[in-house]
């Protein structure tokens, strides 16, 4: 009798555990976007795993079914700058209302850990309310900047732990998260700072930045995460190379190499490796050590592969070759303008765009150059990037900085034939073009760079 009752309790077992719905490996998610200035979004995983298209209707309606990219946090963007973050998790059902014209400030969601939205919804506001004026509180001396920004971290680890019901993963990494971003602010001050009080040369102390002796810089894992740890790795190491540069009065480009190159761990010292020779080759003084040393430290062979091919095409814009050319860029002040037109003369070129800030921080000494060289056998041509819908607002910016020289607008901005013959990737970048349309320098000295006089005076301009 017992072994009846037994196996009839066994048998009432399975038959519950098949009436069980198994957990969902996959997250719904829709809602309504109103007001949005297009109808397409993209749902993306932030580390990568997944990107979804999401279409709207005519009523702001969408519905993405189903992302298999798993728990994590997800970035939903519009156009520009004009996007979320959002946490799902597998299994759970989400439902999102928002303004398409500003959804940082008017995203709704709800479903489950819908804490753990609101978190990252809120935190970027009330991170901008606690630092208030952001050129003011990157003017801040050390010990007032130090302090602030330790508050603001501690007030939003405090108000992260408020949350109720968020998963504990999530809170750990959000914790680490704020911790990072605090130790970036302190290596970012430095050049912040110094570009506020306009002293390129302003070094913080020691001090400052001890809070950055007990992190780990190593750690792949985390790396590999996308978050804010590995652009603090990559700053670190920038930081590092410049001390490298002002101790041996090497090129800071070069010390790049050095210092990434010295790093034990392979996959971040490729990483950096590359990223930084994709731009910095542009602006070494010494091309061709600059080569050798990449190809020296780098033990990827896939990076020295696409750097070799980088090297070979730049070399064909030694000093002395002829110049790629532009024809028929718009001219601000009226009609159109070609590199022909300065034949006879020397010609500086100012590749930049009205976005750019280390652009227009450049402004104050082209304008103090240009004066000094009036009349002389130059002539300053500035070619900005801008997209051709944004012309207005070139053309107002030349009027409003009262910008000098021959301001012309490029027909095709990052993709104009002249941009992409120079290998332009990064800007500000200054050109030097002989009279006889031959290349001088194709990354010559910035204006706030005392080399460039030395460079005139070379040529006796």
Known sequence: MMNKIVILFISMLCLASCDEKPTKDYILFSGVISNAPSTKFQLSYKDGKGRYTIKTAEDGSFTCDTIFSGTGTYRLSGKGMNRID?????????????????????????????????????????????????????????ADFSAKALMIKDNLVAYLDSFPDIPKDFAQFEREELINYYLLSLIRYQSRHGRN????????????????????FYNEAAYKHRGWYS????????????ELADKEGIDKYLAKLKVFGAIPNDYIKNDLLKAAAKYDIAYTDDMDTYYNTFIAVSTSKE???SFTEKYEDLKKLS?????????????????????????????YIDVWATWCGPCL?????????????????????????????????????IAD?????????????????????????????????????????????????????????????
Request: charge should be neutral; hydrophobic fraction near 35%.
């Open 86 to 142: 959002l946490y799902f998790a597998n299994g759970g059902t989400y439902v999102l209302t928002t303004d398409g014209k500003d959804m940082r400030n008017t995203s709704k969601l709800t479903g489950l850990y819908a804490n753990a939205s609101k978190f990252l919804l809120t935190k970027d506001s009330r991170m901008n309310s606690l630092r208030g004026d952001f050129e003011k509180y990157n003017t801040l001396n050390e």
């Open 197 to 216: 009080i306009q002293d390129p040369e302003f070094r913080v102390s020691k001090e400052f930045l001890k809070p950055l002796e007990e992190v780990d």
């Open 231 to 242: 652009k603090l790795v990559g700053e670190y190491f920038d930081l590092k190379a410049l």
């Open 303 to 305: 990076n020295n592969q």
């Open 319 to 347: 000093r002395g070759a002829p110049s790629p050319v532009f024809t028929d860029f718009v001219n601000n002040a009226g009609g159109t303008s070609s590199l022909s037109d300065f034949k006879g003369k020397y010609v």
């Open 361 to 397: 921080a450049e402004v104050p000494y082209l304008k103090e150059i240009e004066k000094k060289y009036h009349g002389k056998n130059i002539e300053f041509v500035s070619i900005s990037i801008d997209t051709q819908n944004k012309r207005e607002a070139w053309s107002k910016m």
């Open 401 to 461: 900085k009262q910008l000098g020289g021959v301001q012309l607008l490029a027909d095709k901005d990052w993709n104009t034939e002249f941009i992409l013959a120079y290998k332009i990737n990064s800007i500000p970048r200054f050109i030097l073009i002989d009279p006889k349309g031959n290349i001088v320098s194709w990354n010559a000295p910035r204006p706030s760079n005392k080399a460039l006089i030395s460079l005139f005076d070379e040529l006796g301009i």
